[in-house]
């Protein structure tokens, strides 16, 4: 069973000890373990991209630190 808390709420904004609820244009302090009866779940979008194949960039590898200075 899902907990139904604030900190699994869509509008909860975890931030350290005490969190804040963004259910109404007011935001209250709350703590994560609080519960307030318009608990909604937050919702996790998963993509699932392909794997790109070993050699499958063109480009080789750019050389790292700075440029040689060039003579006048």
Not at 18 to 24: A, E, S, T
Not at 31 to 54: I, K
Not at 55 to 60: K, N, R, V, Y
Request: hydrophobic fraction near 25%.
């Amino acid at each position: 069973m899902l907990n139904q808390n604030c900190k699994a709420c869509r509008y909860f904004n975890d931030i350290g000890q005490l969190g804040q609820c963004r259910r109404y244009p007011t935001y209250q302090n709350r703590h994560h373990t609080e519960w307030c009866g318009e608990f909604s779940p937050s919702v996790v979008a998963v993509e699932n991209l392909p794997v790109p194949e070993a050699g499958a960039f063109s480009e080789p590898p750019k050389k790292r630190g700075r440029p040689p200075k060039e003579a006048k």
